[in-house]
């Protein structure tokens, strides 16, 4: 059964048009991450949540935020999608060991 | 800032051979991961290390955490079709919050039926 489940598995956007990204976990895990990951690149951490504490990187663009309603759920919006913002975004879960727990990841195209 | 070296970045073995990637640091790390990325897909937990010296298996694949905290490797063996994909390891040092993961840039395995 998936734990980590993202929807949608592919999003479109058109550039500038505000697009928002889902992501749920059933392993009831306190820290939930977001990150983009280019082309054979490794995921770069945008920002996570440790409980309801929002912890944003440093290098995070503006135009990304997130919103963690409840333990289980938690979203990307990205607010003026560019040409740039093009990528797979992942979301990752964690509890008590450092291990992180990967969903299948959102292909983002921007159009 | 903290940088996790991993080689070779890319490799082409004939199935059956074995395989073996590492990755090296110069900062110490608590644990150490090793995830496997196929295209389209999220990365995928393989072997998970805790401790200095640990040695895991999970059935082809077999991970060491370097007893110097500053590096990890992972073998497979036997390769078959389907182990073809990016690996990626990632380390970690606990911080205050967040147990941010450090990667490496990823071994790219194609494996040649």
């Known amino acids: 059964d998936a734990m980590v489940i993202q929807n949608p598995r592919y999003q479109v956007t058109q550039f500038g048009k505000p697009v928002t990204l889902s992501c749920s976990q059933t392993?009831?895990?306190?820290?939930m991450y977001w990150y983009q990951q280019k082309s054979s690149q490794a995921p770069k951490l945008l920002f996570h949540?440790?409980?309801?504490?929002?912890?944003n990187e440093a290098d995070t663009p503006d135009n990304f935020q997130s919103r963690r309603p409840n333990t289980s759920f938690c979203f990307l919006d990205i607010r003026s999608p560019g040409l740039g913002d093009a990528a797979m975004y992942l979301c990752?879960?964690?509890?008590?060991?450092?291990?992180?727990?990967f969903g299948p990841g959102t292909r983002l195209t921007v159009l | 800032g903290q940088q996790l070296n991993q080689s070779p970045q890319s490799m082409f073995i004939q199935e059956g051979e074995d395989v073996s990637m590492n990755c090296t640091s110069s900062?110490?790390?608590?644990?150490w991961l090793w995830y496997k990325q196929d295209p389209g897909e999220g990365p995928v937990l393989l072997i998970a290390?805790?401790?200095?010296?640990e040695l895991t298996s999970n059935g082809r694949l077999t991970a060491q955490f370097g007893i110097t905290r500053k590096d990890s490797f992972l073998n497979i063996s036997a390769s078959i079709p389907s182990d073809v994909g990016i690996y990626f390891c990632?380390?970690?040092?606990?911080?205050?919050?967040?147990?941010?993961?450090?990667f490496g840039e990823g071994t790219q395995l194609t494996v040649n039926p």
């Open positions: 990752a879960t964690r509890y008590i060991s450092d291990t992180q727990y």
């Open positions: 392993l009831n895990h306190n820290v």
């Open positions: 949540y440790y409980d309801k504490d929002f912890n």
């Open positions: 900062s110490i790390f608590n644990t």
């Open positions: 290390l805790y401790k200095a010296g």
């Open positions: 990632a380390a970690c040092k606990e911080e205050t919050s967040g147990s941010r993961l450090t």
